[in-house]
């Protein structure tokens, strides 16, 4: 279903648009050759903010290269692979459309689809662009994060294989869409996907389907 344009890691930055930090391993680059992924990510790669980034489930994170194509005509900055902070860039597959729960081989690693990527005030700020979280809010593509469940070895050009899908069908756009408030008539279907999703992704959709119901 798709191939590894590239394994991305993180070169750390500063600078006053990181945060209450002070640095982050958003910037990440491409490297060459096998790079090894273990339960807890990728290793070589970097994780400087583990509160809101740094759990299991958020061990892999992929973006699509036509979705760079796309924010780099929109920002009108040419974007590269890494360049979204994703570990894994991903060609001729739509990341989006991957199902909560399913299961994936890429290279020889088993990845677990868990949910969408939340944009943040350091991503607007690493690609200075003004309105970032609610542009990319709107345009509803977030990339898709992973759990590891088979370590191994991935690499540019790595095949991507789907091993199984959840009988729900609820895709990771869905997700966002429901978690970030836009897509309301989607909620009785991602609540199929409840039993999938990481509890604390479970608890913010429930609350916010509650919310809407009163």
Known sequence: MGTVRSVNLAVVRTGDWTGKLGRTGIDKRPVDGRVHVALGGVTGDTVVDTANHGASYQAVYAFGVDDLAHWSSVIGRELVPGNAGENLSVADA????????????????????????????????????????????EHGRPGAYFAVEEPGAVWAGAPIEILSTPDHGVTVAEVFGVLRGRKRELDDHVRQALGDLPEPWAEDVRSRMALAAR
């Open 94 to 137: 739509d990341v989006n459309d991957l199902v909560i729960g399913q299961r994936v081989r890429v290279g020889e690693t088993v990845l677990r689809v868990t949910g969408p990527r939340i944009p943040c005030r350091v991503f607007a700020g690493f690609w200075s662009a003004q309105s970032l979280i609610k542009r990319f809010t």
